[in-house]
């Protein structure tokens, strides 16, 4: 029995060696199997919020703005339950009902109900954690749903290009293509590289919830805009130019 309680007692010592081993290791290095526990815990409790550069303002020899940007919004819900789970006293953070939800949307975003109703309800069956409705929505639109204080809607801040004047000197300036990301046609073309900006971001700390540490490290790349273009155009000599222009081209000759 000596015999036997003394190699008992041995193993145990050994195992308690490679244990505290172990855990020496890992506390010195940082380190299991080679991946670091600092990375994977930025992975879980760190967020990468995009800052978006702006892209430089086209403007004319007067300095009135021919193609600036816009700020919108894009209306997502999230329809997956699990963005729920865990909050507290039950709060739901989805689409719950997807009826009423759409009943009060449709109004806003200018579309029919069932339609509204049709895309949740697919997005639902697809087993798809969220779905964007709508976009290009103004601020004064996005107030106005916010109010309704509806469960599982959330926004995300766009920047659109604008063009105040319409056609005016289309031909010169260009366009610029919001799928594509870059000026396709004209000035918003050619001066690319001096009229995009560069992303930024902010990097936050959160728990497993969503909600911000009180003391947590946070930490902001700022975004570098596009240089603004002035051109040599008049706006007010230009537009009487196309006016009397076509009108020239109206009258019988």
Known sequence: MNRGAAILSLIFMLLFLIFFSRFLYIQL??????????EKA????????????????????????VAGNKTTFTLI?????????????????HV??????ASQLA???????????????????????QIELSKKLSYFTKQQIESLHLKGIDFRENSTRTYPNGV????????????????IIGIEESLEEYLTGQDGYQIVERDQLGFLFP?????????????????????KIQTYLDSAINEAESKEI
């Open 96 to 101: 719950v009902n997807t009826v009423e939800t």
């Open 215 to 235: 003391n947590g490290d946070i930490e902001i790349n700022e975004p570098d805009n596009g240089a603004n273009v002035y051109l040599t155009l008049d706006y």
């Open 42 to 65: 930025a992975e879980k409790y760190d967020e990468r919020i995009k800052i978006t550069g702006n892209r430089g303002v086209i403007y004319d020899r007067n300095g009135e703005v």
């Open 77 to 93: 819900a999230y329809v997956d339950p699990s963005r729920s789970a865990g909050f507290p006293n039950g709060e739901e953070k």
């Open 29 to 38: 290095t940082g380190e299991i199997n080679n991946v670091s526990l600092d």
């Open 107 to 129: 109004p806003y975003l200018s579309m029919d109900e069932n339609k509204v109703i049709q895309q949740l309800d697919q997005a639902i069956e697809a087993k798809k954690y």
């Open 168 to 183: 005016f000197a289309s031909h010169v300036i260009g366009a610029y293509s919001d799928k594509e990301k870059k000026g």
